[in-house]
């Protein structure tokens, strides 16, 4: 929560700077001037020196930093401080230099996109998976904070491991900017973008924490909307819910809502208790919900469109879902998300009976991506139940007998659960430019 | 509609689509005595009602050749010991397949793969499946239609063997929407699922639908065991033919299989759709 966060952190500096200042040592002091030196010399979008210098700090290192660093923020800000001792008055040079080299939102919006780029490139190393984190203190610092996300791989539970630091901390980074400069559009562009990413490495605890911060930062930003309504459906969809297959559901809320899950619950039990995954038709409820907020905000997002014609098909409302397909469709979107609607449309006609109609769009969507199974296996399900068998044998000639995984690519259903994930990239590229 | 039982029997073999328009219906029916199959049974000993009405039944010749289309995941979580012990049950199975028996090989990841179509040539499918390298997540209801389409419109008895360790997370087509695929093939699905927890429901939906079964074992070593009673079990079924009588063409119908013994327990698809003659 980026604005409680700003705001505790400013808290915290303009009431207690004095005994801050008396916490201070010379090692915290010198990893602030090294942090200080890394935003100042980054460049957004290259994995350089000041990237790998951010992401070498322990825990420990982190610790250090955090006292520093809430006076260091104060002084950027400009908020009046007068230092009492020699490493307090080090603190207050440095950033009365930052402030007046780069000002107090161009650092900030420097320092966030350090840490964004220490974030990413501290996923390419793949972290170790362990059966069990221990638990840790939940501090109000963003510099500490991390959280044990669950890993599982097509359904089944590999372990626990930590998330990055340098979100939460560059969320906060944000939080400070938003109350700097509230009509700032980085902050919307960060989010969007940085939740992008998350999305393509189907890191859905992260972008959950991400989105809940995003939502009270930008509670009505129709992309923020769009997001948090990708999120839900995904949740709603089989990948997801497969973890909660076995699952007493009862004694799941009852832990969430502060009891102790039973002893006899299952071992299944116990973990969905754990989990922060929605039963389907809430997560159906709330997707639709957020869709249709994000399209009131900005009634051409074509996409959220064509999501919520997916989720009003799980919900059974098929003449309302092809009204939402054919309106994203008549904006002439993108292919992917044309795909997308001609899929949906093709299979809300056929629930609606309309196997002509279902036809033609099973049949538009194969014409921009002919290699594409689901539209291949729609278009050859419809053949059948048209008693027409050459013709359900004939959609299933394409299908490669021997696929590859890049061929995955070749089907833009296979890539529905990333979201705005596959943009990650010109967005993140966007940003950077700005 | 006053055809002769020989009649549909000889015009069923000649087309063997269950949806065809001559309205012959086929059912591949599963006779135990709570332990193993009963055979011997004559077509006089069965008693067949559709939608309510009772049918005149002819018997098929149980020596007819079949096809067995095996439909495997070979996704990211088979590699390794799975895939060979995998490997080891499909070889089984293929060998105890006789001579005029054909096989077949479909793999599903989230890509469904028609590997083989249906060949006697059961050396290339073993070679083909040792050559798999498992990726990527479980499409277990796309890979179950595309083997139901494999065999499709071909002759003889048709057995889907699916075998998945894990559940559904990847595919396009919805379970009704098999279940519908399935109501409208002669196919019979047995379904091998080795998942330690809740095996997949919609497998056993869909190997209900067809009449078949769902096993589940708790280690992959067990999967050879499997294979070969499924081969077993298949080929101790009872093929019933009948001309519907008495009941509209089209849609929907339940079919009620009974035998006229008593302590016997029948297996069988619950239903079938039919068309209207054109």
């Known amino acids: ?434 | 509609m006053l055809w002769r039982a020989t009649f549909v029997v000889t015009s069923l073999i000649a087309l063997q689509t269950f949806s065809s328009r001559t309205l012959g219906v086929r059912v591949d029916v599963l006779v135990t005595d709570g332990r193993a199959p009963v055979g011997g049974l004559r077509a006089a000993d069965f008693e067949v009602r559709d939608n309510g009405v009772p049918q005149t039944v002819a018997l098929l010749t149980s020596s007819e050749p079949i096809n067995v289309v095996l439909a495997l995941d070979v996704s990211a979580s088979t590699d390794g010991k799975r895939q060979a012990d995998l490997q080891r049950a499909s070889g089984a199975l293929l060998a105890g397949l006789k001579p005029g028996d054909r096989a077949a090989l479909v793999t599903f990841t989230q890509a469904v793969a028609p590997r083989i179509p249906l060949t006697a040539d059961f050396p290339a499918i073993r070679a083909s499946f040792a050559a798999i390298q498992p990726f990527g997540e479980t499409a277990i209801l796309d890979g179950v239609f595309v083997a139901l389409m494999s065999v499709q419109a071909q002759p003889g008895r048709s057995l889907v063997v699916v075998c998945t360790d894990g559940n559904d997370t990847a595919s396009w087509l919805s379970v009704g929407e098999v279940l519908e695929a399935a109501k409208r093939s002669n196919a019979v699905i047995y379904a091998v699922s080795a998942v330690e927890a809740r095996p997949p429901s919609e497998l056993k939906d869909v190997s209900d639908a067809t009449g078949g079964q769902m096993l589940q074992v708790t280690a992959s070593r067990d999967l050879a065991a499997a294979f070969e009673r499924i081969l077993s079990d298949f080929r101790s079924r009872y093929t019933l033919a009948f001309t519907p009588e008495g009941v509209e063409a089209g849609g929907l119908h339940r079919l009620d299989v009974r035998v006229k013994r008593s302590g016997l327990s029948v297996k069988a698809r619950p239903s079938y759709v039919g068309l209207s003659p054109k």
């Open chain 1, 1 to 434: 929560m980026p604005l409680v966060v700003a705001a505790i952190l400013m808290t915290v500096a303009l009431r207690s700077s004095a005994a801050v200042a008396r916490d201070l040592s010379s090692t915290s002091v010198a990893l602030l001037e090294r942090w200080n030196s890394a935003v100042a010399n980054h460049t957004p979008g290259k994995f350089d020196e000041a990237v790998e210098h951010v992401m070498a700090f322990s825990y420990e290192d982190r610790r250090q930093l955090d006292t520093p660093m809430r006076t260091f923020l104060l002084v950027l800000s400009g908020a009046p401080y007068e230092p009492d001792a020699a490493l307090a008055k080090r603190v207050h040079l440095l950033a009365r230099g930052a402030r007046e080299h780069f000002g107090y939102e161009a650092f900030l919006t420097r320092a966030v996109m350090l840490h964004t780029d220490a974030a990413i490139a501290g996923a390419r190393t793949s972290p170790q998976i362990v059966p069990a984190l221990p638990p840790r203190m939940a501090g109000l610092s963003p510099l500490l904070a991390t959280q044990r996300m669950t890993v599982n791989r097509d359904g089944e539970i590999l372990g626990e491991i930590e998330s990055n630091w340098n979100w939460p901390f560059a969320r906060s980074l944000v939080g400070l900017l938003k109350i700097a400069s509230p009509t700032d559009a980085f902050v919307g562009d960060w989010y969007h973008a940085t939740a992008a990413y998350m999305f393509s490495r189907l890191e859905f605890a992260e972008v959950w924490e991400h989105l809940a911060s995003a939502r009270i930062v930008l509670p009505d930003d129709a992309r923020i909307l769009f997001d948090r309504g990708s999120y839900i459906d995904i949740q709603a969809m089989p990948m997801t819910q497969v973890l909660l297959r076995g699952v007493d559901l009862n004694a799941v809320q009852q832990a969430r809502n502060g009891r102790s899950v039973p002893r006899t619950a299952s071992a299944a039990t116990r973990r969905a208790a754990m989990l922060e995954i929605p039963q389907k038709e809430t997560a159906l409820a709330d997707a639709e919900s957020l869709f249709r907020r994000a399209l009131r905000a900005d009634p051409g997002l074509a996409e959220a469109r064509v999501r919520l014609a997916r989720v009003l098909i799980e919900r059974g409302h098929h003449e309302e879902a092809l009204t939402e397909a054919d309106a994203a469709l008549a904006g002439n979107p993108p292919d992917v998300v044309a795909f997308y609607g001609h899929l949906f449309g093709g299979r809300a006609a056929q629930a609606a009976g309309r196997y002509d109609a279902a036809a033609r769009y099973f049949d538009s969507a194969l014409q921009r991506f002919p290699d594409a199974q689901s539209a291949m296996l729609a278009r050859s399900q419809l053949a059948l139940l048209r008693a027409d068998v050459t013709g359900a044998a004939a959609a299933l000639e394409r299908l490669p007998a021997d696929p590859r995984p890049e061929a995955l690519e070749a089907d833009p259903w296979t890539y529905y659960r990333y979201a705005i994930g596959r943009e990650w990239q010109p967005l993140y590229a966007a940003l950077r430019i700005k």
